[in-house]
């Protein structure tokens, strides 16, 4: 069977020695015609003794690539792809050699199977890594297993089932407050319900908590708010390869720091094993190989980071599943009638998959090879930050046919390929909130479709906006609500 009719299928024997799609000029978003499909041209990749030439360098110069890779990490992506196919470098200030980006599912198996000590994750060196210190997101080797290991537990399928109930009624209580006739951004409506179920997860905080709670909530909020102002994104440039925050992100995450310290000091205060079920409970009661109980500031490092990595992520996905549906009244009309008609289930999960697909809110992961590495008929030496395209994968025609077409129907009944389907990315570095935001997801899609209707306020596509690590709808997915049924 081809890679397009199973796009898990990586190994399908090939005919075509092409290696980059049929693309467009013009924006990558904007691509409405069919760009037609190929058959996957396998590329062995791997940690190599052989020598090989290094990958094809991309221009501009060094600051125009970092200014672009901050801003426009699509043009990148699609550019490089189309000029050099599945692996090529560019430079930056970011290093003192390039940084190879590989859009290729072979390769992408090599790096995600490679284990911790051959293709640690760059994470570390993120802009998130002044926010939340040390923790699962931005450690590597034996810290980082260790730390997966302790949370684990609260994110694996069974545990899920208790938030179930919790994103339910978070998501009723936002939908009841929406009015026919108004206009809403959506991904800031869906961060409402991400945030409450987070916050009663992490912190068993819900919206009637008490004061240090509400306080802690409110911080959240400013700090998050505050992220989007120019001013924040020049203090995003500034914290840039730093390990402390600094300007503007250091006197926000002050505030909230104090607010989440109070908190950690109360519970421990107050702390009865075993009476509580929230992730900061479960982590009071942790010990260490040596019995060490975790310090406040591991804590709030562990706690900061779920918070943070586990609600805008799941927000802005739901905001891109309408900012696409409403442009696709057909598979907008049939996720209507499905999920009014009781029966949905298989559909509601392709949209999920088919949004997440053409709009991942992660568009580039990053890990650094520590052995030479083939891609291909290409070698990158030792030490080289690699960048995994997780955009431009997704928009390959020889795994899916008319990548830029939005096409649920491509995934019902087809499990997404673990090396072609990657917005969770992969590895001992997958995504560990991932079966927590595909729940909120799928509630959230099915309960928006069977009791609203929406309308898109303007007929061309949202332009992507980058914001740190993710890729966010530029006008929030803004929609004019025309109904709204109990
Ligand atoms: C649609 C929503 C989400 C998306 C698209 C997403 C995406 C990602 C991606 C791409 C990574 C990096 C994976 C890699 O390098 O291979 C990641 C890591 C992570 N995510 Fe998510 N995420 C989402 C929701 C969540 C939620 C709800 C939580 C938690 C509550 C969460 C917590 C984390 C953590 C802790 C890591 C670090 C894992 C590690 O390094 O071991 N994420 N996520």
Redesign the pocket.
């Known amino acids: 069977m081809c890679a397009r009719s199973r796009p898990d299928s990586v190994g399908c024997m090939a005919t075509s020695t092409g290696t980059s799609t049929a693309l467009h000029q013009g924006h990558w978003w904007e691509t409405t015609a069919p760009t037609g499909s190929r058959e996957l041209v396998p590329s062995p990749a791997g940690p190599t003794d052989e020598p090989g030439p290094p990958p094809p360098l991309d221009g501009p110069g060094r600051w125009r690539q970092t200014v672009r890779l901050a801003r426009d990490q699509g043009r990148v992506l699609f550019e490089g792809f189309r000029r050099h196919g599945d692996i090529y470098g560019i430079t930056t200030v970011l290093e003192k050699r390039p940084l190879a980006i590989t859009t290729h599912p072979d390769h992408v198996k090599s790096l995600f199977t490679a284990g911790p000590a051959l293709a640690p994750?760059t994470?570390g060196q993120s802009q998130l890594r002044p926010i939340v210190g040390d923790s699962?997101?931005t450690v590597t080797g034996e810290p980082?297993r260790r730390k997966?290991k302790l949370?684990m537990p609260p994110?694996h399928g069974k545990a899920i089932a208790r938030y179930q109930e919790q994103i339910e009624e978070a998501t009723a209580r936002e939908i009841n407050s929406w009015r026919p006739g108004s206009r809403i951004r959506l991904a800031d409506a869906a961060q409402k319900v991400t945030l409450d179920v987070?916050m009663s997860g992490v912190f068993g905080i819900d919206h009637r908590s008490g004061e240090l709670e509400q306080l802690l909530r409110h911080r959240l909020r400013q700090l998050l708010a505050l992220s989007v102002s120019p001013f924040a994104r020049l203090s995003e440039l500034v914290s840039m390869r730093r390990s402390e925050p600094v300007g503007l992100q250091k006197w926000g995450l002050a505030h909230l720091d104090r607010a989440v310290m109070a908190l950690i000091g109360e519970r421990r205060a107050k702390h009865v094993p075993g009476e509580r079920h929230d992730i900061l409970s479960l982590l009071l009661d942790t010990r260490d190989e040596d019995g060490q109980a975790l310090s406040d500031g591991e804590l709030r490092n562990e706690l900061l980071?779920?918070v943070l990595?586990?609600?805008e992520?799941?927000a802005n996905?739901i905001g891109w599943t309408f900012e696409r549906l409403v442009r696709h009244p057909e598979s907008y009309g049939r996720l209507r009638e499905e999920t009014r008609g009781g029966d949905d289930e298989g559909y509601v999960e392709a949209v999920v998959h088919e949004s997440?697909r053409s709009r991942?809110?992660?568009p580039l992961?990053g890990r650094r090879v520590m052995a030479d590495w083939r891609f291909g008929d290409r070698v990158v030496p030792k030490g080289t930050r690699v960048l995994i395209g997780v955009l431009a994968l997704h928009h390959r025609d020889d795994l899916y046919d008319d990548p830029f077409t939005f096409a649920p129907e491509r995934f019902l009944g087809v499990k997404p390929g673990s090396t072609t389907w990657i917005?969770?990315?992969?590895?001992d570095?997958?995504?560990?909130?991932?079966t927590?935001?595909m729940a909120e997801?799928h509630t959230m899609t099915r309960e928006i479709a069977r009791r609203t209707d929406l309308r898109a306020v303007s007929a061309a596509p949202e332009p992507p906006v980058h914001r740190n690590v993710t890729m966010i709808p530029g006008r929030g997915a803004t929609v004019e609500i025309t109904s709204v049924t109990s």
């Open positions: 994750s994470a699962v997101l980082h997966r949370l994110f987070i980071t779920l990595a586990g609600h992520t799941t996905s997440m991942p809110v992660v992961l917005p969770f990315g992969g590895g570095r997958r995504c560990l909130g991932a927590l935001a997801m």
